[in-house]
């Protein structure tokens, strides 16, 4: 087999033209020729070599593109803007701390991935940067390299990284209490709960964790209200979702999915779901029967790739269900605390649904956190040992979503993540080239790729070498969602770097 080319210098690897894995691999061995063998590219670790052989590549292509882009020189230099780091510099980001590129450099990322690869399981296929530090909407990784991040860990970070408030919420329940379990009372649980449903004009809140579980926690509500309220026959109740869904990755969730290779090998699956189209109110109202107990949906699909449904499908779907007794359950753990440029998605409709679930951003990027809201008609349902969760509600997790909540109190992030909006997607669509569409709403984007473009994956690769953290769904989309917190000039030059790379 000839030696295929190198990248080129300054040239985005989506354009190189070259097959990515004769090209990583036969650049691997070269690169361990004349280094310290920081990465073995032949059979040891398999598929791992093929990934440290990407990240070195990526890093040459950053080095070469980006070489006036350190951090050393950043202070003289307009293109890589510095950011305001809050509570003085940080150790990584400061002026100057920027490792340069050399095979120790490699060997931190390369040996950092190679651990991960052979202790962790296999069930991510992250892109191969190994972040180390982060402040706002800036990460560093272990050489130093600074990332502007465009995913906020799909909006678990709406406030961005180690917001000072939410640390100092955080410290100071660290210094009185962490955790109690539910067995007892605690001082924080009840005014967390009070201002979060004020907050989203709920009742009652029943705290958990992960998504997954609050989604699981709003299944058994409403299946036991269309069984104690609205008199279903036992175990004849059917929840609706969506075609296109993502509500996590339980075994229930999973089985309602439409896609297969997040069910491939996990059946049997619980009965009791049918799936509809999205954005379809009159599939919806063919659905709904007496049998419905509710229809669960995401006001926009995150997962799916930023679809936004058509004008009034919300309020359509509230009308609907309530004329079939059924309950509007809307599913916020990505859509919800501020990212669309309103507290809820369900807000741009005046929807209230029957029943809300929270995650992601309530736990200020900090701890996992999420709750299920409704009335307390329908709360009221469940009863003691009925449901629950060990950790749900702690105490440290309720003084960080308390926290979380005062931040959205006044509006203000909301109105920002809308003020930025068209900023965020107008500059996106004014890209072309290989951009196809563009979706969205507040701080929120899926950009489709054209059948052109390299797989999304590769395109964030190439991203990552131009200093932005990004994340393909489908293959053929980006997802989008920096933190509400960023500024005008951050986002601007987010825009820049991807139209540079998709223009
Ligand atoms: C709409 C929605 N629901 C549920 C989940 C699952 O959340 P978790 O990963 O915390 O279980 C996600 C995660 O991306 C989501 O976007």
Not at 68 to 86: E, I, S
Not at 223 to 244: F, Q, S, T
């Amino acid at each position: 087999m000839g030696t295929p080319p190198r990248p080129t210098p300054g040239v985005p690897s989506h354009r190189t033209g070259a097959g990515r894995r004769e090209a990583t691999t036969a650049w691997a061995g070269e690169h361990n020729a004349d280094t310290a063998n920081p990465v073995d590219a032949t059979a040891e670790y398999g598929q791992l070599s093929h990934l440290l052989a990407d990240v070195c590549r990526e890093r040459e292509l950053k080095h070469a593109t980006f070489a006036g882009a350190r951090l050393a020189d950043a202070a003289q230099t307009a293109p890589w803007p510095l950011p305001a780091c809050r509570g003085g510099p940080h150790p990584i980001l400061a002026k100057g701390a920027t490792v340069p590129m050399s095979a120790s450099a490699h060997t931190a990322t390369a040996e950092a991935i190679r651990l991960a690869e052979t202790y962790s399981a296999h069930n991510y296929a992250p892109v191969p940067v190994v972040l180390a530090e982060a402040d706002g909407c800036w990460v560093a990784d272990v050489e130093g390299n600074r990332y502007l991040d465009l995913l906020a860990s799909y909006s678990a970070l709406n406030f961005g990284h180690r917001h000072p408030r939410l640390l100092a919420a955080a410290h100071a329940q660290l210094d009185r209490m962490t955790l109690t379990s539910r067995a007892f009372h605690t001082d924080l649980l009840g005014p967390m709960c009070r201002d979060l449903a004020a907050l989203v004009g709920q009742e009652a809140v029943l705290p958990m964790n992960s998504g997954a579980e609050a989604v699981e926690t709003a299944i058994k509500l409403v299946r036991r209200w269309g069984y104690h309220r609205k008199g279903v026959d036992p175990d004849r109740a059917r929840i609706l979702v969506c075609d296109n869904n993502f509500h996590g990755r339980t075994t229930t969730l999973v089985g309602f999915s439409s896609n297969d290779e997040a069910r491939d090998g996990f059946g049997p699956f619980a009965p009791g779901f049918t799936s509809i189209p999205f954005g379809d109110a009159d599939a919806l109202r063919d659905a709904l029967d007496e049998d419905v107990v509710a229809f669960l949906v995401e006001p926009i699909q995150g997962e799916g790739g930023v679809i936004v449904p058509p004008r009034g499908y919300l309020a359509q779907a509230q009308r609907l269900c309530r004329d079939a007794g059924a309950l509007l359950v809307a599913d916020e753990i990505q859509s919800g605390l501020g990212r669309t440029g309103a507290t809820l998605a369900c807000d741009h409709e005046a929807v209230t649904p029957d029943v809300l679930i929270l995650g992601k951003a309530l736990g200020g990027g900090i701890v996992p956190a999420s709750a299920v809201l409704a009335s307390h008609e329908i709360m009221n349902v469940l009863t003691p040992g009925s449901h629950g969760s060990t950790f749900g509600g702690n105490p440290l997790m309720c003084a960080i979503a308390r926290e979380v909540v005062a931040l959205l109190g006044d509006g203000r992030l909301q109105r920002r993540a809308a003020a930025l909006s068209s900023r965020l997607l107008d500059g996106l669509r004014a890209i072309g080239g290989n951009v196809a569409a563009v979706r969205g709403r507040g701080l929120w984007a899926g950009v489709d790729l054209s059948p052109t473009a390299q797989p999304a994956k590769h395109v964030c690769q190439t991203l990552l070498a131009e200093g932005l953290l990004t994340k393909d769904t489908h293959e053929t989309t980006l997802r989008l969602a920096p933190p509400l917190t960023i500024d005008e000039a951050d986002l601007d030059w987010a825009v820049q770097r991807l139209a540079a790379v998709l223009g």
